[in-house]
DNA sequence: CACAAAACTGAGACCGGTCTCAATAGCTAA
DNA sequence: TTAGCTATTGAGACCGGTCTCAGTTTTGTG
């Protein structure tokens, strides 16, 4: 049977009709599963189509029943492993619902997050799974009618479905830690750089745990926590620039709040390069457990994100809602786990920190 | 404009040229971008289509254009940097080239990889890139009867477009460096699996590099390097078991050669939890230069990989053919480039190794 | 000013499935 | 035996675009 050579061009539901001695309807009902048709006449094409080596046409498949089978998915950085984690979980769960992926990256921006929305809409996707680049500027979102399940981030203005983590509490208690072993000067670093004018911050996510971090702070009787808090560290960008004249000034951070392991491996690659240690010169704390924080000497310690978890609520409530339910949006809150490891130091509180 | 009820069922060429009072024919030239329209008509039809909130049904198009714009690519391991960098090569390409990817994983396992090509074909990918996770069980691509691209591995039997890496002379390479370090008991560690009854290498990669290891190996006069070779280090196996045993021995290796970054991260999680150092109890060097090698300490020696222009060149190559491209198969090999870090020690080779 | 060439436009087939509806066939109940 | 049902099957419309071909309108040229 390996040695047919195959049709040039591939067979269709017609060529397999034809070949079985049935009509169209017929055969593409045997080769559907759907309607009725009786076991012999069944076989007789079964038999037919893999003769010809049929092989059906999702597109057109799609094209008569109104569904792709397809759900898009828009994140800011794939090359974020966190995201890479949330990606992954989404795609299982897609796969063992039936569906499949298309996945692009926004790069953090909103005009392209736009024209992506619009890509996937015009390819049919069945619905969307997005963690919006900026809450101020959904209209494309809002404007896609359709499945939307908003992931990692929340917008108040749309009112759909939404995956978070316990960003504030988390950020707080790590922040806790820190504080407990007697750290004052920490400062919070994030990748998000604030928009020009405007001061506001665009994303739930890094607004609620620098809420998180200052109620920290605060409670703790430490003024203006806000100072604390250095945007813009990128790792492709001049995220190492920002942490190396952060670590050369007199009054440097005794202990650094990593808003996600691309920048604590930034903070590794600045101490290394200045030739601090950790904790020794520098705590540090980072969000996501990336598998090489648990390898390397000090062990990170790290607020662990269900990450693979997030994605799998995500995807999941997506599809059900493609699937027809009707019901309020629903809200789901993960928890981040903190894991106590190496890179935090104590610090004694009386002495006086060397310059 | 924004105020404006979006329609309950997205416009069609119909809708719009009902609206521009032209016909369906008229409508879709002017909105397709092909055939005469004149200049007044066009600007009425686009008018409406903007009035209507009108989307192009991509899938409509490709149905009747026979071109979906959309390439599939299969990779045995997406968590794998490395592949994910080169899938990040195909996107950007495909993507700058005007198509789209469908990512698949197939567990490195052949049947999975076969499921996948029949998933994605009923899709109606124009084109597939794939890095096939046995050479010896290739007929479903074979039958796959489109344009293909291999990437990182070759397959003897399947004369079309590859890209590859310089695998041997690479692994000699490393193997060269430890070698000249004074290292004389050097262990290759690698996630590929010796499959039960023969013990063939069924991936071009794995087999080029243990190749390039041993005749380095022998040109040291060291026998049976082959030895030296430790499959199943799996990350998410029971490489951690493997690795521990291999460094408890009494004549545990000097050094190591990890096949890629996950490998070296098992390494560094064995030494660690042994009380080792690297490299002052073992040197290691690792494949991939993943982004923690250069921060950690000691910042860890790799043989770089061009993954992304990996990706690329097979992108490139694939779209060539799906364009329509006549030319006998092509053959692309990268070179990978050998980045000394910290994480290789001389040995005294007139000392003998403390066991 | 007349006629050929070029530019537009409209009708309708087609891509490869699904799905509705009517027609035929086989079978049971009365 | 025959009306009444149900199980099968076939014809053809339809999804939303593209594309061919013929008919109509402009434009160009001698």
């Known amino acids: 049977m390996s040695q047919e050579t195959p049709p040039r061009k591939p067979a269709t539901v017609q060529d397999v ?50 569904r792709s089978g397809t759900i898009g998915v828009i994140v800011g950085d794939i090359e974020n492993p966190y995201f890479g984690l949330a990606v992954r979980g989404i795609s299982d769960g897609a796969r063992a619902l039936g569906f499949n992926v298309i996945l692009a990256n ?33 209209v494309h979102l809002r404007d896609y009618a359709r499945p939307l399940v908003l992931m990692d981030r929340t917008v108040a203005a749309l009112a759909v479905d939404t995956v978070v983590m316990d960003d504030a509490s988390a950020a707080a208690e790590a922040t806790s830690l820190l504080l407990d072993a007697g750290h004052r000067r920490i400062a919070y670093l994030t990748a998000t750089k604030l928009a020009g004018a405007h001061t506001e911050i665009d994303i739930s996510t890094v607004a609620n745990r620098i809420a998180g971090f200052a109620r920290a702070m605060q409670a703790a009787g430490i003024g203006d926590p806000w100072a604390q808090v250095h945007f813009g560290v990128t790792p492709r960008g001049d995220g190492q620039g920002v942490i190396r004249a952060l670590l050369a000034r007199d009054d440097r951070p005794t202990a650094v709040l990593a808003s996600d392991s691309l920048i604590a491996l930034e903070v590794l690659r600045a101490t290394k390069a200045l030739g601090l240690t950790i904790p020794g010169d520098l705590s540090l704390v980072s969000f996501h457990d990336a598998d090489w924080t648990s390898a390397v000497t000090p062990a990170v310690t790290v607020l662990a994100q269900p990450a ?32 106590v490891r190496e890179s935090v130091a104590r610090i004694d509180l009386s002495a006086s920190i060397k310059p």
Chains 1, 2 share one sequence.
């Not at 079985?20 to 009725?36: I, N």
């Not at 392209?112 to 799974?129: F, H, N, P, W």
């Open 17 to 66: 009709a034809q070949a079985a001695g049935v009509s169209k309807a017929t055969a593409a009902r045997a080769l559907g599963q759907y309607g009725a048709v009786s076991t012999s006449v069944r076989a007789r094409v079964v038999a037919a189509a893999e003769a010809l080596g049929y092989r059906p046409n999702e597109m057109a498949r799609s094209m008569s029943t109104g």
């Open 106 to 138: 926004s790069a953090e921006d909103s005009a392209e997050e736009r024209m992506t929305v619009e890509v996937l809409a015009r390819k049919q996707i069945d619905g969307l799974i997005v963690a919006p680049a900026a809450a101020g500027d959904v």
């Open 308 to 339: 693979y978890a997030l994605g799998q609520a995500a995807v999941g409530m997506l599809i059900e809602r493609i699937e027809g339910l009707i019901a309020p949006p629903r809200r789901v809150e993960l928890p981040m786990r903190l894991i």
